[in-house]
């Protein structure tokens, strides 16, 4: 039978130091209860008291109540107090309180057979209460650690609760956010007029800073970029889509890609130079948060295949002819937005009808393999020129394999972007190009000769 209500699960409350600790003491022997309770009581501790019979009324009560200390007879009719203790040891659910044996067998078999059975405490009677008394606050001083201990767990358990949904909507806001970076892209491949252009993208992570794109100017004009971000992650996918949006201008309205000229103010492209000084103005004051970025942009004239590149510390652009050897275009100046007095150079060239044009992140000749070597120039280099008699969406599957097989299975360390761009000027009626801010050749057909604008 109980002397007390339900008490309270034991937990310690902010600022707390006090532990509800809740007794059954168990004894078939009517004398031997009013004892116990009696000297419980002159203890004046923080506990309610529940009195048992019997072992099998004792696991009851324990099943019903959190109990902190049981103090149980070794010898009883029904259920001996190591069977008692057993079932405490073997039921988890029964809260595992500590326990203090009772026994007139003072033999060290007795002993032995009670702390095996899993008692905390072993004291022969007639009971010495100062040393019951010593035990009942030692187990009192364990169970409120324990208190303390769970606690803390609670806490450790609910934090970890807390992170785990806070990284559950980061990742669900990443995989959004990644998917809106996919949709910024342009379809795999595209066709205009006499221009096809294809790409592929594999960010290391499920956002990448890498971005490309092109932008149709005017009637016949297309320009093009490519541009890796410095880092990975949300920080730098952030900062390429912003690059991104500078250069889409608005259809039919000056941007800073393309200005309106002559008596219809048809749009020209303005020089890749020029551009690229104005996205260093734009973004030079974020170098102090860690973010510059390098890049390519170029423009070409679809009706002669007359091309401008600036580059801003951006692995430089390969040209693959219909026949001849590929050739890297150098020149350009410093990624954007390290120096506020940067300056950058426009590159120019011819494209003829089947050349490929190649841009590429770092991410490509800097992969590595298990080794730990990169794939290097020469070898990217090699990798397009094997790419001549394809398209330009085959060309790309070719470098794709290529990574793939010098990677192996390893995940990739830096984001990886390659824009293809074949020219087939056969595509396009015969038409004398018009002059504009960016070309100033006239016949289709000249030499492959490069010039520098600064």
Not at 96 to 110: C, F, K, V
């Amino acid at each position: 039978m109980s002397t007390a209500s339900r008490s309270t699960p034991a937990e310690f409350e902010a600022g707390g130091d006090t532990l509800p600790f809740n007794i059954l003491y168990v004894d078939d022997g009517e004398l031997e209860c009013l004892l116990l309770r009696r000297k419980l009581e002159s203890m004046d501790l923080p506990a309610a008291l529940f009195e048992a019979r019997s072992g099998e009324e004792a696991y009851e009560i324990l099943k019903r109540e959190r109990i902190g200390l049981l103090i149980t007879d070794r010898h009883m009719s029904d259920m001996s107090g190591d069977e008692l203790c057993r079932l405490v040891i073997d039921e988890a659910e029964l809260g595992r309180p500590y326990m203090i044996m009772m026994t007139a067998d003072d033999s060290l078999d007795g002993l032995v057979s009670g702390l095996s059975a899993g008692a905390d405490a072993y004291i022969t009677k007639p009971v010495e209460f100062r040393e019951l008394e010593t035990r009942i606050r030692a187990g009192q001083r364990i169970w409120q650690l324990r208190g303390l201990l769970e606690f803390q767990y609670q806490l450790a358990q609910d934090a970890l609760y807390r992170e785990q949904e806070a990284k559950a909507r980061l990742e669900e806001d990443m995989r959004a956010a990644a998917l809106l970076q996919q949709h910024l892209l342009p379809p795999s491949v595209v066709t205009l007029e006499a221009t096809t252009l294809a790409h592929m993208y594999r960010p290391a992570t499920q956002m990448g800073g890498d971005m490309l794109g092109y932008v149709p100017i005017g009637p016949h004009h297309i320009g093009f970029y490519l541009l890796d971000v410095s880092g990975h992650g949300a920080a730098s996918a952030l900062m390429s889509f912003s690059v991104s949006h500078a250069l889409r201008p608005t259809p039919g309205h000056p941007s800073m890609t393309a200005l309106p000229q002559g008596p219809q103010d048809e749009l020209v492209p303005v020089p890749p130079d020029q551009v690229l000084r104005e996205l260093n103005r734009r973004y030079v004051d974020d170098t102090e948060a860690g973010w510059y970025f390098t890049m390519i942009y170029g423009v070409i004239d679809q009706r002669s295949g007359e091309a401008a590149i600036c580059q801003a510390g951006h692995p430089p652009p390969v040209l693959l002819p219909l026949r001849g050897s590929p050739e890297a275009i150098e020149g350009g100046g410093m990624p954007v937005g390290l120096f506020a007095d940067a300056e950058y150079t426009t590159e120019r060239f011819s494209l003829k009808p089947g050349d490929r044009l190649f841009l590429y992140s770092d991410g490509l000749n800097e992969c590595t393999n298990g080794a730990g070597e990169e794939l290097g120039d020469s070898a990217v280099m090699a990798a397009m020129s094997a790419t001549r008699g394809r398209n330009a969406e085959e060309a790309l599957e070719v470098i794709n394999w290529i990574v793939n097989t010098w990677r192996g299975s390893q995940p990739l360390d830096d984001d990886l972007s390659v824009l293809a761009i074949d020219f087939n000027a056969t595509a396009i009626p015969p038409e004398k190009p018009t002059g504009d801010i960016l070309m100033n050749q006239t016949d289709s057909s000249v030499p492959r000769q490069r010039s520098t604008d600064q």
